[in-house]
C-alpha cells in the first residue's frame, strides 16, 4: 500500500512538472547589427519567484534593458499566473547568430536563431534629421497579382509625443494588406541613437505595367526638453511638430507568362505546397465507416484569398459530404503565407478497392521564374465489408432467364379494355347529361310573397310604423326591384316612404297613418320588364284579412 502511494505521489509530481513552461521568442528574426530586438520569455511555473539567469547573453549580445510584467489568466474555469520578462537586446557580430537556451529553476528554453545583417555604411547627410523616413522594396519587379514587399521605417533621434499619425497607403491598381502590427526599437546611425517604427505591407498589383507606390506622410510632434516641465495635460503641447514624406518608389510588374497553361488559375508563389491528413487512418476502413479527407495547400506571396478550391473527390460507391473550406493568413518576415484546408467525408457503401485520383495544383514559381507542379499521387483505397451494412448489388439474368415463359398476357389485356369500355361510356353518359336543361329549382321554404304582402297589409291598416318597416323591408327583398328603386319611379310610394321614415324617426310617430303607404303600394304601376309588383295578383285563395 505504501509503494502505491509512493508512485501515485510521483506521478502527480511529474504530470505537475509536465505542466509547467518556460519559453522565449523574439518579436523579429531579421535585423542589422546596429538595430536592436526584444526577447520574450515567459513562465506559467508559480512556485518560481526569481528571475532567468541571463548571463548567457552577454556573450553575443548586449542587453540593454528589461522588464517584468505580471499577468493572470483564466482557462476554462481555471485560473494561470504567467510571468513575463520583455529583455531588450543588440547583437554584437552579423550572421546566424543563436539565442542561447536560458534557465529558470529546473526550466529551460529552446535556442532561437536569428539572422542579423551587416549595417549600412552609407547614410546620407539629411538622415541626421530629428525625423525621417526610409522606404524599400523587398524587389524592383514582381508578376501580376504576385506579392511586393514594402518596408517603411520612421527613424527619429529625439523624443516624440504619442500624437503621431501616418497617412494610410492606397493604391487603386493593386490590393494593400498590413502585415501584422508596427514595430518599435532603436537603432544606432553614426554614433546617434534613433527610435525606429516599422511597417511593412504586402502590395498585389492587379494589372501589368509601371506602378508607383506613392509617398507616406507622417506627422509628430517633437518633444522639446527645455519645456517639458512646463507640460500641461489639458493644454497646448509644447514642441515642434515635425512632418516628413516617404520617397516615391516606381514599381515594374510583369505580365502573366506565355507557356502558363491557359485553363489553370494563375497562381504567382515563392512556394507552394499540398499536404494530406486522414482520421482515421484509411488502413482499416469498412463499408458505413466515415473517413476525413483534409487537404491543406500553403502558398507563401499569396493571400487564402488568392487560393482556387482543391477538386473535388469523385470516386463511385463512396458518399462524399464537404466542410466548409478554412481560410488563414501567416505572417512572415518574407510576407504573407495563404492557406486553404478543405475536409471531406467519405463513407463508402460498398467493399471492395476504391482509386483516389491524383491531385495537381498547378503554379508559377516567382522565385526560380518557371513553371511548376505540386501533386499528390493516386491513392488506393482498401475498404472491407461489414455485416448489414453493404448494399448487394442486383445478379444479372442470364441468356436462359431472360426467355423464360412467363404466365398468359390474355387475361390482363381483356380487362384492360373492358375498364377502358366503361370510362370512355362514363364520359359520354356525362357530356350528354350535361347538355341538358337544368332541372327547375325546388320551391323556397321561407314565406310566400302573399303572406308578406298580408303582413304588410295588417301593420299599415293598424298604424304601427315599427310593424310597417319590418314587413315593408322583408315584401321589398322578394321583389326584382330595390325599394330605393320603386319609389324613384312611383311619387305616391315615395311619399308615404318619406312619412314612414319621419314617423319612426320623430317624436309623431305615433298619429302615423299606414293607410296612404297601403294605397300606394297597391297602386304601384308595372315596371319596365312587363312584370307587375302590385298586389293586384289573382290567388285561387281568400284573403286572410278581407275589409
Not at 272 to 292: F, H, I, N, Y
Request: proline share 9%; glycine share 6%.
Amino acid at each position: 500500500m505504501t509503494r502505491l502511494l509512493c508512485t501515485l505521489l510521483l506521478s502527480l509530481l511529474a504530470l505537475q512538472a509536465s505542466a509547467q513552461s518556460f519559453t522565449a521568442s523574439i518579436d523579429r528574426a531579421r535585423l542589422s547589427i546596429s538595430e536592436t530586438f526584444e526577447l520574450t520569455l515567459e513562465s506559467d511555473d508559480a512556485t518560481q519567484f526569481g528571475k532567468p539567469d541571463l548571463s548567457p547573453l552577454d556573450t553575443l549580445f548586449e542587453v540593454l534593458g528589461s522588464r517584468q510584467v505580471n499577468r493572470l489568466t483564466t482557462l476554462n474555469g481555471e485560473s494561470r499566473a504567467i510571468t513575463r520578462w520583455i529583455v531588450t537586446l543588440q547583437p554584437k557580430q552579423s550572421g546566424y547568430v543563436v539565442v542561447p537556451p536560458l534557465t529558470l529553476g529546473d526550466l529551460q528554453t529552446q535556442p532561437i536563431t536569428l539572422h542579423v545583417q551587416e549595417a549600412n555604411g552609407d547614410s546620407a547627410t539629411s538622415k541626421l534629421a530629428p525625423v525621417f523616413i526610409d522606404a524599400s522594396l523587398d524587389q524592383p519587379s514582381v508578376y501580376v497579382q504576385a506579392q511586393s514587399v514594402l518596408t517603411l521605417r520612421i527613424y527619429h533621434s529625439v523624443s516624440l509625443y504619442d500624437d503621431s499619425s501616418l497617412s494610410p497607403l492606397e493604391m487603386p491598381d493593386a490590393r494593400v494588406e498590413q502585415l501584422g502590427e508596427p514595430r518599435t526599437y532603436e537603432k544606432d546611425i553614426n554614433g546617434i541613437r534613433h527610435g525606429v517604427i516599422e511597417l511593412r505591407y504586402a502590395i498585389f498589383p492587379q494589372r501589368s505595367g509601371e506602378l508607383t507606390i506613392p509617398a507616406q506622410a507622417f506627422s509628430a510632434t517633437l518633444v522639446d526638453r527645455a519645456s517639458r516641465n512646463d507640460f500641461q495635460p489639458f493644454g497646448p503641447r509644447p514642441g515642434k511638430v515635425a512632418q516628413v514624406k516617404s520617397p516615391e518608389i516606381p514599381l515594374t510588374v510583369k505580365a502573366k507568362p506565355a507557356d502558363y497553361p491557359s485553363d489553370a488559375p494563375w497562381l504567382p508563389a515563392r512556394a507552394l505546397s499540398l499536404a494530406e491528413t486522414w482520421s482515421p487512418q484509411p488502413d482499416s476502413a469498412k463499408v458505413g465507416d466515415s473517413l476525413t479527407r483534409s487537404l491543406l495547400l500553403k502558398a507563401d506571396g499569396l493571400s487564402s484569398a488568392q487560393l482556387n478550391p482543391l477538386p473535388a473527390t469523385e470516386v463511385k460507391g463512396l458518399r462524399r459530404y464537404p466542410d466548409q473550406p478554412q481560410l488563414a493568413n501567416q505572417i512572415s518576415d518574407r510576407g504573407v503565407i495563404g492557406s486553404r484546408e478543405e475536409r471531406e467525408a467519405l463513407v463508402p457503401n460498398r467493399s471492395g478497392q476504391f482509386e483516389l485520383p491524383a491531385v495537381e495544383i498547378v503554379w508559377w514559381n516567382t522565385h526560380e521564374d518557371r513553371l511548376e507542379r505540386t501533386s499528390l499521387p493516386t491513392r488506393s483505397l482498401e475498404v472491407a465489408p461489414a455485416p448489414g451494412l453493404e448494399t448487394e448489388p442486383l445478379p444479372s439474368e442470364t441468356p436462359a432467364q431472360a426467355w423464360v415463359q412467363g404466365p398468359p398476357l390474355w387475361p390482363w389485356q381483356l380487362s384492360s379494355a373492358l375498364l377502358s369500355l366503361s370510362t370512355l361510356l362514363g364520359f359520354g353518359l356525362w357530356w350528354h347529361a350535361r347538355r341538358q336543361p337544368a332541372i327547375a329549382r325546388a320551391n323556397q321554404t321561407g314565406p310566400s310573397p302573399r303572406t308578406l304582402l298580408d303582413d304588410l297589409k295588417r301593420a299599415c291598416l293598424a298604424n304601427d310604423s315599427l310593424a310597417t318597416r319590418h314587413a315593408l323591408d322583408a315584401w321589398a327583398r322578394q321583389q326584382p326591384e330595390t325599394l330605393a328603386e320603386m319609389a324613384a319611379r312611383f311619387v305616391p310610394l315615395s311619399d308615404a316612404l318619406d312619412g314612414l321614415n319621419g314617423a319612426l324617426y320623430s317624436e309623431t310617430g305615433q298619429h302615423w297613418q299606414g293607410e296612404d303607404l297601403w294605397r300606394a303600394i297597391g297602386t304601384l304601376p308595372r315596371n319596365e320588364a312587363g312584370t307587375s309588383n302590385t298586389p293586384q295578383e289573382t290567388s285561387p285563395l281568400p284573403p286572410l284579412y278581407p275589409r
